[in-house]
């Protein structure tokens, strides 16, 4: 924390610091910082500059609501409990005997709570106790009867985890209450039964309608199968159809196995046909052909030999020639009677083929035959056995199901019956009242934040500089006792110490002054390399009190000793000699006119000799359009005569002349006033000055309270520290 200095000896008031920022001017400036997150500190200082408003408006909603509650009609809340026993047994026979109980709850529970909010339970109860009031509405009164009924003051809750359902009815009168909520318990549990009842008794209907049908069904798909049968002389077509398969299949493995065995019997008769020797020998008696050839051919060796030993009547050579005549004669039998055996053996397995072959299309007739009526008699028997077994199957279920219906049954009762309630439900003034005060307290922190956000109004230094790219010179804050009056400055001798005429210097007047001080080095101290040597104060729009900175600005100048000249030109709303009492006869306009030169115009001050003003003098528009160029040349003359050259010229948005001022002094002062001045006409003034390439120095804050920002929290503490120390002066 800063800590003030104490008062000196000799009464003299040590100087303050004051909140400035000091930068480079605009054509010095070097790369921006990425913009900062707003920190949670500015909230909390929304929060303590609106506390007394929000503090206000809490206390307000708080207590309407807590008089409000306090007045409205207590409304009773009675509850019935149904207790739903979903533990349904396992079944003793069928499918069922597997099924344990149901896991779908939520669903089930679900379901009876839109039961019981239904018309056919509501309904009975409403017509009871005369809870349909047909004196609301313009409709006929037979219309409103005949539409649904819906209570808007039923609750039908379910506690988590249970199976219960609670039946909550509210209403003024306690015992109605309680009297309709057990209504509804004792409809719902009454409509449940006549629901159980109707679809056990439609189903039974159905069940003995569907049996009947079946059975009757059942008696004409059999009867037609067993017709059918008749029709073929077949008491199974389908194991007849077996057989003549399996015969088929038999007899085509034979025919083809005789059909082979043929083909190979004829190509040996083919072959012995000829008369081959080979062909014979081929034979089934070909080993024995081959052996009679052998001997023969022995024997005619033989003969052979002994025809060369012996003459024709050797006994020898008889011999030797008979045995081979019997052999050849033999061997001619034995051929002769392989032709034979082989024709023979060609000609059965001929036959056996052409029979068998007979035997195939003949069965296989009859297997077409018997296989073209075989599907006819597979639908039929199809059309049949299902019937059959639909029929035994119901039959079997509806036996099933009478026996497991007597021990599987959702029992649904009445656990708790309502009773009247002692306290009311409605209104409850605490909880209204706590929640009136979190929403209104809500509403108020919100309210403050969206109207901080949607300030668009120049306040926060870091804000300017953040935004509009500038440096911030100083902050002057306000000085209520100034508002809306026209302060000249004194001229008597006696107060040669103050600034400004008032009959006290408060505090806030010599915090100003001391503000106006920290200014004047902020702008000469900006660029330590070039002093400016004159200056510009301009303002985005009139009333932002650019000539009250601009006198005091140059009063503050000249007390250092300092050669000063304050020009005022704005020559369509001159404010200089007020503010100074001085005359204004003559000045800038007769300057740019021609009638005088410049250092004519001149007036002098009393009480501060190193400060010399120069008047807007009468108006004139002729003048104020040619000062740009007059300004150029007198400038450049008083910048050697002066130590500083303070132009106060008019608000820059709409009037052409300051930007020929601006042009041609050494740099720009922008004065706005906080929490008024209009962001975006500040910004638009920064940025027309850039584009002609001017120096804008910075920007002023004018009239700064301790309540625009958090960071001028001093504000108010050096307020009460100067109206501690300065005491009020005496005219």
Not at 343 to 372: C, P, T, W
Request: hydrophobic share 40%.
């Amino acid at each position: 924390m800063l800590a003030l200095p104490a008062p000196e000896a000799n009464g003299s008031v040590p100087v303050v610091p004051e909140y400035v920022t000091f930068q480079q001017p605009y054509g010095n400036s070097q790369q921006e910082p990425e913009e900062p997150i707003v920190p949670l500190s500015h909230y909390l200082w929304i929060l303590r500059r609106h506390k007394w408003r929000i503090s206000a408006f809490v206390l307000v909603c708080v207590a309407s609501t807590v008089v409000v509650s306090s007045r409205l009609t207590p409304i009773y809340e009675a509850t019935a409990t149904i207790d739903i026993d979903r533990q349904a047994p396992e079944g003793f026979i069928g499918q069922d005997a597997t099924r344990s109980a149901p896991n779908d709850a939520d669903q089930f529970l679900a379901t009876q709570v839109n039961a019981i909010q239904s018309d056919s339970v509501l309904r009975p109860v409403a017509e009871k106790f005369n809870l349909l009031d047909t004196t609301k509405t313009a409709l006929p009164a037979a219309r409103v009867q005949n539409a649904p009924v819906a209570l808007g003051s039923l609750k039908v809750t379910r506690p988590p985890n249970t199976y219960l359902l609670l039946i909550s009815y509210r209403s003024t009168n306690p015992e109605l209450a309680a009297n309709v909520a057990n209504g509804i318990a004792d409809s719902y549990i009454q409509h449940t039964y006549d629901i159980r009842f109707r679809a056990t008794a439609g189903l039974s209907a159905f069940m003995e309608k569907q049996i009947e049908e079946l059975k009757a069904k059942m008696e004409r798909s059999s009867g037609a199968q067993a017709q059918f049968e008749k029709d073929l002389s077949v008491i199974n077509p389908e194991e007849k159809t077996s057989i003549l398969s399996a015969r088929l299949l038999q007899l085509n493995a034979e025919f083809t196995t005789a059909q082979g065995d043929r083909v190979r019997k004829q190509a040996a008769y083919d072959s012995v046909k000829t008369g081959s020797l080979e062909a014979a020998k081929a034979s089934t008696q070909g080993e024995q052909l081959r052996r009679l050839a052998d001997h023969l051919d022995e024997a005619r060796e033989k003969f052979v030999v002994v025809k060369t030993q012996y003459g024709a009547s050797h006994p020898e050579y008889k011999k030797s020639l008979s045995q081979v005549t019997e052999l050849e004669r033999q061997f001619a039998l034995l051929r002769t009677d392989i032709t034979q055996r082989v024709s023979l053996e060609y000609q059965e397995a001929a036959n056996r083929e052409g029979m068998l072959k007979s035997a195939v299309a003949e069965i296989k007739n009859e297997f077409d035959h018997l296989n073209a009526r075989f599907f006819e008699y597979k639908s039929l028997k199809r059309e049949a056995d299902g019937d059959k077994t639909l029929y035994d199957e119901l039959v079997r279920k509806i036996k099933e199901a009478g026996i497991n219906s007597s021990f599987q049954n959702s029992s649904i009762r009445l656990s708790d019956s309502a009773r009247p309630p002692l306290a009311p439900v409605f209104p409850n003034q605490l909880l209204n009242a706590i929640l009136a005060f979190l929403c209104s307290t809500l509403l108020a922190v919100g309210a403050a934040v969206v109207a901080d956000v949607l300030d668009n109004t120049v306040r926060d230094p870091e804000q300017i500089q953040r935004g509009l790219k500038t440096v911030v010179l100083g902050s002057l804050p306000v000085v209520k006792s100034w508002r809306g009056k026209f302060l000249p400055v004194r001229t008597n001798s006696n107060v040669a110490g103050a600034l400004m005429h008032s009959d006290r210097l408060s505090g806030q007047a010599a915090a100003f002054e001391e503000a106006i001080r920290t200014l004047r080095d902020s702008i000469l101290l900006a660029d330590l390399g070039r002093r400016p040597r004159s200056i510009l104060t301009t303002s985005a729009t009139p009333r932002e009190g650019k000539t009250t900175t601009s006198v005091h600005l140059a009063i503050a100048h000249s007390l250092q000793n300092r050669k000063t000249l304050l020009i005022d030109a704005d020559l369509r709303r001159p404010g200089v000699h007020g503010r100074l009492g001085l005359p204004n006869l003559k000045g800038m306009s007769t300057h740019v006119s021609g009638e005088i030169d410049w250092r004519d115009a001149i007036q002098k001050s009393e009480i501060y000799p190193d400060l010399d003003v120069i008047t807007a003098g009468p108006a004139s528009r002729r003048a104020a359009d040619r000062l740009g160029g007059v300004l150029d040349k007198l400038l450049a003359e008083a910048e050697k005569e002066y130590d500083l050259v303070i132009v106060d010229g008019p608000p820059l948005l709409g009037f052409a002349e300051p930007l020929q001022m601006a042009a041609v002094v050494d740099g720009v002062v922008v004065i706005t006033m906080a929490g008024q001045t209009n962001r975006n006409a500040v910004a638009s003034v920064l940025n027309s000055l850039r584009r002609i390439k001017t120096n804008v120095i910075g920007v002023v804050l004018n009239e700064v309270r301790a309540d625009m920002s958090d960071r001028y929290y001093y504000y108010g503490y050096y307020g009460k520290y100067y109206s501690k120390y300065y005491k009020p002066l005496k005219s």
